[in-house]
């Protein structure tokens, strides 16, 4: 079986690109900023418009994301819905996200919910693919929005 062929590849680039998506989430959820980082291009956008927020090049990213995240017990990102459409050495990628927040001892309620797409746009590095564009699309959320407030 010849694992080179155009179908065969194309499925291999797939494969890699959902990896490197899921591992965005793990990274986050393990406070792994280190493989975190190793996820996006040097010259990455991490851009969220709800906030008017687009940071640039990946230690800012690890930097803005960490800075949400550390200070909350537990987060719980579930990723679904993956398309996937690769283009030589760019690929695009859009998935749906659900993301659990909690940050006990709250009055007003310890738990944010929120869910909505990642956009992505990724590249073929000598490393494997790569995030050079992450937009976050908020579609709804619920809960105390003071949990994820910073």
Not at 14 to 30: C, F, N, P
Not at 34 to 52: I, N, R
Not at 117 to 129: I, P, S
């Amino acid at each position: 079986m010849d694992l080179e062929t155009p179908v065969n590849m194309e499925l291999v680039d797939r494969a890699a690109i959902v990896d490197v998506v899921v591992g965005y989430a793990t990274a986050v959820d393990t406070r792994d900023w280190t493989s975190l980082a190793a996820l996006f291009t040097e010259d990455a956008h991490w851009v969220y418009p709800q906030a008017g927020e687009d940071v640039v090049g990946h230690a800012a990213i690890v930097a803005r994301v960490g800075s949400g995240i550390d200070r909350l017990d537990a987060t719980q990102h579930l990723l679904g819905n993956h398309v996937v459409a690769v283009d030589g050495e760019l690929a695009r990628h859009v998935c749906y996200f659900h993301a659990q927040h909690v940050l006990r001892g709250l009055p007003d309620g310890e738990l944010f919910l929120g869910g909505g797409r990642y956009e992505d746009q990724l590249r073929r590095t000598a490393q494997g693919w790569r995030l050079s564009r992450r937009t976050i699309v908020s579609v709804w959320h619920e809960g105390n929005s003071a949990v994820v407030r910073h």
